[in-house]
């Protein structure tokens, strides 16, 4: 193995800042224990001091750990295009549509693929009626981590106040509640890892929200999934279909819903709710607790980025 000069980026300006920072410090002691020369970099406001970071440093390589707007988006990669700096993970194209979940489901639905019904407001055509029948999903349109996601219920007055305090964008896009559970497939390029099933701690609410996903004891990972065996090839199926549609590289993790309240002697429906381009590589991740199932740890996952990182000019 060749010792690189590696910069990670890390930290940034979105809602996930602190889940970049902590995947930031995780990929670089791993890659430091590697032997490479490691770089910090937190991205802040000022892309100036990103760019002189990068030239100072020169480095072989760019890990980008951000997560959310900036270094998810095709921002931040678009820079690193311009400086001809190889990053991991996917470039612009690919990264503008998965963070936008409108685009995103538009490219799925042109591909056959499963997506709920749904649709995109404002948050003053949300405001005065109910636009699909409850229970119903609001999300914003390009957060990632389950940030600002609500589940309006029957019976409900949640829905004005949601659409009143709105502070993510001048979208809401609303999707119908599928029942049942959440499932999780990581993508190493043409290799789908396995399927997690994923359940939030008893005292916490009834989707995968943020403390779910980072707090210690937030949710429990069942790996692999204990569901029909149609189902499980086919959300690894899907998760592969999702990296190829939007174009992906390296890798990638998308999210499900599958209902299977029927019950178990029949496989349920699956739905995509998403895919991320930039998976967490915190303690608590997914993506690295499923290489690990596939028998590669967490340094080696780091490695086999910094391996699969290109240029994308």
Known sequence: MTCRRIAVLMGGLSAERDVSLNSGRN?????????????????????????????????????????GRLGEDGAIQG?????????????????????????????????????????????????PADPLPAPYVVKPVNE???????????????????????????????????PGRELTVGVLDDRALTVTDITPAASGPS????????????????????IHPAAFARACDLALAAHRALGCRGASRTDFRYDDTAGAEAPGRLV????NTQPGMTPTSLLPEQAAYCGMDYATLCQWMIDHATCRT
């Open 207 to 226: 989707f995968y929200d943020y403390e779910a996903k980072y707090a210690a004891g937030g949710s429990r990972h069942e790996l692999p999934a204990r």
């Open 27 to 67: 990929v670089a002691e791993a890659l430091r224990g590697l032997g490479h020369d490691v770089r910090c970099i937190d991205a802040g406001a000022d892309l100036l001091a990103i760019v002189r970071d990068l030239r100072d440093y020169g480095p072989d390589a760019v890990f980008n750990a951000l997560h």
């Open 144 to 178: 990632g981590s389950s940030v600002g996601v609500e589940i309006v219920h029957a019976g409900s007055n949640r829905r004005g106040a949601i659409a009143r305090g709105w502070s993510h964008g001048p979208h809401v896009l609303v999707e119908e509640y599928i």
């Open 79 to 127: 820079v690193l295009d311009w400086m001809g700096i190889a990053y991991t993970h996917s470039g612009v194209r690919a990264s503008a549509t998965a963070m936008n979940k409108d685009a995103a489901r538009t490219v799925f639905a042109a591909a056959g693929l499963p997506v709920a019904t749904g649709m995109l407001l404002t948050p003053a055509e949300l405001e």
């Open 272 to 275: 995509i709710l998403e895919t």
